[in-house]
């Protein structure tokens, strides 16, 4: 047993990643896996993320995955890292996390973001309108979710389940809108460092600046999503990690397609632009050997001041995105407690 290093709770981001030659249905199974397994191992939450029209990621429906999650683990907090809000009525997210908390009490995360989580056109398919796709409007639906909830204004319409069930709500971002809101509102915080790098600490201190106690929090609670490949070698992380760097570029390019194998993935032809863009994503991420995983995760918390971090692991076999999870809890923090 190592020393433990890794002192704050650990905890997953899971996109129920699509592998070339399988199936969505596959994808879904590996991430029910992954949340039985990680929640042996000791981790804090388990969350899946919103995404459309995306070849390579099957969690397009947040709360109808958490439910077969929920059934199928016992102790984990399961949440939605995040929610896109203006692809939907708050209403509709009220009532359908509603009824998560009240056949889950005290297990549910809300976690919500104000990005549509796809292209324009896709979000118009899920909304139908263009009123509430704009940021100037996520305030105003952000309240009108937390009203739900409560009931503190009301109104002709009661959310049923939802009013008096309300699970923890979380503000997500990627720059310094949200930070700032949920700072205000009293929320906790959590950054999307795994691909807004650059953005990560002005937006943590944006949102200590601007925090004010809240029924919620009496002082701020920042979480950090960050990329992380723990293998038994440097050189197999770097193979492993293949598959992802290509999805992304393909998908920044215009041409997602599901997950690459890493040989397919290392055989790429990169040019010189594409190549630095592949490792600018990777600044500031963790991937490498336990030795090298445990040095930049404790390099990111000192930098950030972490609460809590959330770690995704994009690679190709579910196989290796266990043993990930399985040496990042065991050799790089020593044995994971999760949190009462």
Same mark, same amino acid.
């Given at each position: 047993?190592?020393?433990?290093?890794?002192?704050?709770?650990?905890?997953?981001?899971?996109?129920?990643?699509?592998?070339?030659?399988?199936?969505?249905?596959?994808?879904?199974?590996?991430?029910?896996?992954?949340?039985?397994?990680?929640?042996? %191992?000791?981790?804090?939450?388990?969350?899946?993320?919103?995404?459309?029209?995306?070849?390579?990621?099957?969690?397009?429906?947040?709360?109808?995955?958490?439910?077969?999650?929920?059934? *199928?683990?016992?102790?984990?907090?399961?949440?939605?890292?995040? /929610?896109?809000?203006?692809?939907?009525?708050?209403?509709?997210?009220?009532? =359908?996390?509603?009824?998560?908390?009240?056949?889950?009490?005290?297990?549910?995360?809300?976690?919500?973001?104000? +990005?549509?989580?796809?292209?324009?056109?896709?979000?118009?398919?899920?909304?139908?309108?263009?009123?509430?796709?704009?940021?100037?409007?996520?305030?105003?639906?952000?309240?009108?979710?937390? *009203?739900?909830?409560?009931?503190?204004?009301?109104? =002709?319409?009661?959310?049923?389940?939802?009013?008096?069930?309300?699970?923890?709500?979380?503000?997500?971002?990627?720059?310094?809108?949200?930070?700032?809101?949920?700072?205000? %509102?009293?929320?906790?915080?959590?950054?999307?460092?795994?691909?807004?790098?650059? *953005?990560?600490?002005? +937006?943590?201190?944006?949102?200590?600046?601007?925090?004010?106690?809240?029924?919620?929090?009496?002082?701020?609670?920042?979480?950090?999503?960050? *990329?992380?490949?723990?293998?038994?070698?440097?050189?197999?992380? @770097?193979?492993?990690?293949?598959?992802?760097?290509?999805?992304?570029?393909?998908?920044?390019?215009?041409?997602?397609?599901?997950?690459?194998?890493?040989?397919?993935?290392?055989?790429?032809?990169?040019?010189?632009?594409?190549?630095?863009? /592949?490792?600018?994503?990777?600044?500031?991420? +963790?991937?490498?050997?336990?030795?090298?995983?445990?040095?930049?995760?404790? @390099?990111?918390?000192?930098?950030?001041?972490?609460?809590?971090?959330?770690?995704?692991?994009?690679?190709?076999? /579910?196989?290796?995105?266990?043993?990930?999870?399985?040496?990042?809890?065991?050799? /790089?923090?020593?044995?994971?407690?999760?949190?009462?």
């Amino acid at each position: 047993m190592v020393d433990l290093v890794i002192t704050v709770p650990l905890s997953v981001l899971d996109l129920a990643p699509v592998a070339k030659g399988t199936s969505a249905g596959a994808a879904l199974q590996a991430t029910t896996e992954l949340a039985r397994r990680t929640e042996e %191992l000791g981790y804090h939450r388990f969350w899946v993320a919103e995404h459309h029209n995306m070849p390579a990621i099957a969690s397009s429906a947040p709360a109808v995955l958490l439910a077969h999650l929920a059934a *199928n683990t016992s102790t984990i907090r399961l949440g939605s890292g995040g /929610v896109m809000l203006p692809n939907h009525a708050p209403l509709v997210v009220a009532e =359908q996390f509603g009824t998560l908390e009240a056949l889950h009490p005290g297990r549910i995360d809300l976690g919500i973001g104000r +990005a549509p989580g796809t292209d324009q056109v896709t979000a118009l398919a899920l909304r139908r309108t263009m009123e509430g796709l704009s940021a100037e409007g996520f305030p105003r639906e952000l309240a009108d979710l937390m *009203n739900y909830f409560s009931g503190e204004k009301p109104g =002709q319409i009661i959310a049923t389940p939802g009013r008096g069930e309300q699970p923890a709500v979380w503000l997500l971002g990627s720059s310094g809108f949200s930070a700032q809101l949920a700072g205000l %509102l009293g929320l906790p915080f959590s950054f999307a460092h795994h691909f807004s790098s650059a *953005n990560t600490l002005p +937006a943590l201190a944006l949102y200590r600046q601007n925090f004010r106690p809240s029924q919620w929090l009496d002082k701020p609670y920042a979480m950090v999503a960050v *990329n992380a490949v723990c293998a038994e070698t440097d050189e197999r992380a @770097e193979w492993l990690t293949g598959p992802s760097a290509l999805s992304f570029l393909k998908l920044r390019s215009g041409r997602p397609e599901p997950l690459s194998t890493p040989d397919e993935a290392a055989a790429y032809p990169y040019s010189e632009f594409e190549r630095e863009f /592949v490792l600018q994503r990777r600044d500031g991420q +963790a991937m490498g050997s336990p030795e090298t995983v445990r040095r930049q995760l404790t @390099e990111l918390i000192e930098r950030t001041g972490a609460d809590e971090l959330m770690l995704t692991t994009l690679v190709y076999d /579910v196989e290796d995105r266990v043993r990930s999870y399985e040496l990042i809890a065991e050799q /790089v923090a020593g044995g994971l407690h999760r949190a009462a």
